[in-house]
């Protein structure tokens, strides 16, 4: 119980509540313990990403071992990830010979290994992923757009001003009104502008204070140790 | 050469993903498995050079001798050099201000700093969850990540989200504007104000208080179709990309005009 239980409470609490002192005591120690454990969380999340990534080779290791339905796929998965990995880690890796770079410069370093990874396989694999949606995309805009009633018929209205007004071909349609004076006001990208400033920033800034009180409470209740959801509890 | 190896790559792993629209082929699934197992390694690597290797690994021990073995290398786990009663930065191991000869001699200080065994050992307990055994020592990390991140939120979202958010909304009217600033301005804020009606789910909607949560949903519509615009916008800039790339630079390869 103590170390399932209170341990990671009573970290929870003192982290908590220290790392909200510091923002109202600057002064050290306070201060300083506040932007040391600033770093140590940004190393903690770090520590995460790597149990990620092993949790991932834990799983597709499993699936090949049992023989699952397109384990050979899984295997894809094991060998892209080792050869990254190797090139990621290994500082030593360079195309040609006779380079003596820092440790860990090789990240962002164009005659790396690592590096054409990254921009001939990591970057057109992400981009043409999220550039398939424009396609899934344009169903789910015929699906959303159908206005059935008020409410959809303004989103359909705000959506398609804001698309047709930011666009070359879309601001054709009123090029004929005059650039400035009154009728200005109703041209494409004005009107595109001003739904974009107005009513869209009204709506979201709803939408951002409603947030902030929301994660205000939720680490209200994190703090105080009622939340204890993290420990599988209600 | 490995450029081109490289254009080709890209090349056909982009057109195995697009094969998906057609519908599910191994070729997708070869980039798709590719992609899992590339993007997990290369997200862990910028991880580890970007945090652990300098803000971990630079504030804990190590053997002097295991210090020298990579000076070369790198100098984030040495504080200052210190040589003949002189004192020098880190940085004079690498910037050519002292001689292969000088470093050997040279005495490398290192502060250690004990707290910093704290994130690594909560780092290492997060791998206790690959054990199901010990694997609620891995709450412990996770605790941490957490009352962190609430201590953190608290503040920074009460101060940058709500109020100034809320004074952003108020003070302009306070302003001495132009009637049509006027009248922008009393937009934002019926919108922000109903946009919060809407979103208080203590009371029921009904009567006065359902009227201005209607009005607050017309303006969240707004808002949704504007996002919903943009995110379309992206995609198909991004899928035009592509096409640039498929085009310019992979035919470019063959016919010679790009690359």
């Known amino acids: 119980m103590l170390l399932k239980r209170w341990i990671p409470l009573f970290i929870l609490v003192f982290v908590g509540v220290l790392t909200l002192i510091h923002w109202f005591v600057p002064h050290d120690p306070i201060g300083s313990l506040g932007r040391d454990f600033s770093q140590f969380f940004d190393i903690i999340a770090s520590f995460a990403i790597i149990l990620g990534a092993a949790n991932l080779l ?98 359909l209205v705000a959506g398609i001003i804001i698309m047709i007004g930011r666009v070359p071909l879309g601001q054709q349609f009123t090029a004929w009104l005059p650039d400035h004076g009154f009728w200005s006001g109703f041209r494409l990208e004005r009107i595109s502008d001003w739904i974009y400033s107005y009513p869209n920033g009204a709506g979201q800034r709803a939408v951002m204070i409603g947030i902030a009180l929301g994660v205000v409470s939720t680490s209200l209740r994190l703090i105080l140790g009622i939340e204890k959801s993290f420990l599988g509890e209600e | 050469m490995s450029e081109t190896i490289g254009i080709w790559c890209a090349a056909f792993l982009t057109l195995a993903i697009f094969s998906f629209l057609y519908k599910d082929n ?43 073995r990579f000076l070369e290398f790198t100098y984030v786990w040495v504080d200052r050099v210190e040589l003949d009663g002189q004192t020098y930065a880190a940085n004079a191991l690498i910037d050519g201000s002292l001689t292969p000869e000088m470093i050997q001699r040279a005495e490398l200080v290192n502060h250690v700093h004990v707290m910093y065994y704290i994130p690594l050992i909560l780092g290492i307990l997060f791998f206790t969850r690959l054990i199901p055994k010990i694997a609620y020592l891995s709450r412990w990390p996770l605790a941490f990540v957490m009352g962190m991140a609430a201590g953190l939120r608290l503040y920074s979202f009460l101060q940058s989200n ?89 035919l470019g390869t063959m016919t010679g005009a790009g690359g």
């Open chain 1, 58 to 155: 834990k799983l597709q290791s499993l699936k090949i071992s049992q023989r699952k339905k397109g384990w050979p796929f899984n295997l894809v998965t094991i060998i892209a990830f080792a050869l990254t990995a190797w090139v990621g880690l290994n500082w030593h890796s360079y195309f040609g010979s006779g380079h003596h770079y820092l440790a860990g410069t090789h990240v962002n370093n164009p005659d790396s290994h690592f590096f054409w990874v990254w921009w001939y396989i990591f970057t057109p694999l992400s981009a043409t992923m999220y550039a398939l949606l424009a396609f899934y995309v344009a169903s789910a805009s015929y699906r959303a757009f159908r206005a059935r009633n008020v409410e959809a018929t303004v989103l």
């Open chain 2, 26 to 68: 191994p070729f997708y699934k070869f980039a798709e498995h590719l992609f899992t197992g590339v993007s997990a390694a290369y997200w862990m690597s910028v991880a580890f050079w970007s945090q652990v290797h300098p803000n971990l690994c630079g504030n804990i021990w190590w053997p002097e001798a295991f210090v020298r």
């Open chain 2, 162 to 250: 709500a109020m100034e958010q809320i004074s952003a909304t108020i003070a302009p009217l306070a302003g001495t504007p132009t009637v049509a600033e006027a009248l922008n301005n009393l937009v934002v804020l019926i919108g922000v104000f109903t946009g919060l009606v809407y979103f208080y789910f203590s009371r029921e909607h009904k009567g006065l208080f359902g009227g201005l949560s209607r009005v607050g949903v017309y303006f969240l519509m707004v808002s949704f179709g504007a996002a919903f615009g943009y995110t379309v916008m992206a995609r198909v800039s991004l899928l035009l990309g592509r096409f640039q790339f498929l085009i310019h630079d992979w």
